[in-house]
């Protein structure tokens, strides 16, 4: 019969800071793109096809 370890996760290290970090600063290049593409678009679907194109979705244009 073995034991459950629980052990408590690791401490964050530099490296998974700085992914932290790099992927806010992706989300609101994201977010700011959706929304230059909803401001710049002539109708609904050209706002889908041109934000598929670039492979955002309109939740893109939402931070959280």
């Known amino acids: 019969m073995t034991l459950a ?3 408590s996760p690791p ?3 530099r490296i998974t800071q700085a992914r932290a ?3 806010r600063h992706r989300a609101v290049q994201n ?3 959706a ?3 909803a401001g710049h678009a002539a109708d609904v679907e050209e706002c889908s ?3 598929a194109m670039l492979g ?3 939740a893109s244009g939402k931070l959280r």
């Open 31 to 33: 977010a700011r793109a």
């Open 21 to 23: 970090v790099e992927d």
């Open 35 to 37: 929304r230059t593409v």
């Open 11 to 13: 401490p964050p290290t």
């Open 5 to 7: 370890r629980h052990a």
């Open 56 to 58: 955002l979705d309109a």
């Open 49 to 51: 096809q041109l934000l």
